[in-house]
């Protein structure tokens, strides 16, 4: 079977496609033979050795997967072979099959193609868990998303209007704030998309002000960089803020701020949270596939690339040029 294999630490053109042995699963593991795979920030930084996890190499990357149940390992009573699944186990998925336990994977209903089922659990997993479980979203909150037409961003403003909260959408480009409207935003803010002076930092916030004269109760950051601190300077009191990613650098912040506006600064790790609380993971997941089925929450799938071209797909991320997810297809 073929892997686009991480020879070595370094960026998409290190990336060889080559062809490998079959894997096996072991008790209470599966294999799926993948259809479509969901391209993530995480893609970005695991081949280059700067993600959480370091798997070891050669490795695919390819963090989350949609495809059939081609075979099980003793014990697994949960699949059968042939069934339509989504997953994910952090790396391995840009390949023809890839081996997971079987409790990472989830059935996929009918009406779910291959290549948003692929695109779905990462982006919209990550997102709900920072809203709902970490961000204890209600029901006519403001909310900020930064990047909001990226991966998580995109599906934080869906399901911010899910849970009922007043989403504003700051992104960088025009075009970018368009696709956010059009998934639900209630309003947009485009900021500079290079380093931000203090001029620019406090036309920031004053945006953010004049749409929510009395701050906002959650941030969503799944950006950082000179973003982060005129969001902060916008909050309103007891608010949330959450911080999920940092495409645009990591941040430091004036820990007086969190101190005159009584809010918390709270940290997300989706990957963390599956292991700690894996009913509650499964629960978080019922949630969005039926949320999916009613309608309110979609991946936008902008881009399918095949599996010889996954690199140019995790360039993509790279650049900042994507909106909505890009999916390799196989
Ligand atoms: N905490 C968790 O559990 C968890 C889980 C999944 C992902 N993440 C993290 O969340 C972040 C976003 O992931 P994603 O898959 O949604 O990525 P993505 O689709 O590429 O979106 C990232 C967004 O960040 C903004 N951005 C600002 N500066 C950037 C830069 N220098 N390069 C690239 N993008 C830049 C872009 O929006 P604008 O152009 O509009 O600014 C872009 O749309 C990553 O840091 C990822 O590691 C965290």
Known sequence: ???????????????????????IPGPGEVRVEVEAVGINYPDVLIIQDLYQFRPQRPFAPGAEFAGRIDAVGEGVDRFRVGQRVLGGSGWGGLADKVVLPADRCFAIPDSMPADEAAAFLMTYGTSQHALKDRGRIQSGDRLLVLGAAGGVGLAAVELGKA???QVIAAVSTAEKAEVARERGADATIIYPS??????????????????????????????????????????????????????????????NLPLLKGCSIVGVFWGAF???ASAQHEANVAELISLYEAGRIKPLVSERFPLERGGEAIARLQTRSVI???VVTL
């Open 163 to 165: 849970y009922k909260a």
């Open 324 to 326: 909505g997810k890009v």
């Open 274 to 276: 599956i292991n700690h």
């Open 194 to 255: 290079g380093p931000l002076d203090s001029a620019e930092a406090k036309a920031f916030t004053a945006e953010i002000r004049k749409i929510a004269p009395d701050g906002v109760n959650i941030v969503y950051d799944g950006v950082g960089g000179d973003y982060a601190e005129p969001a902060l300077r916008s909050m309103a009191w007891d608010g949330r803020y959450l911080v999920v990613g940092f495409p645009a650098g990591i941040p430091r912040l004036p820990l």
């Open 1 to 23: 079977m073929r892997a686009l294999l991480s020879p070595q630490s370094g960026d998409h053109t290190t990336l060889q496609l080559r062809d490998v042995p079959e894997p």
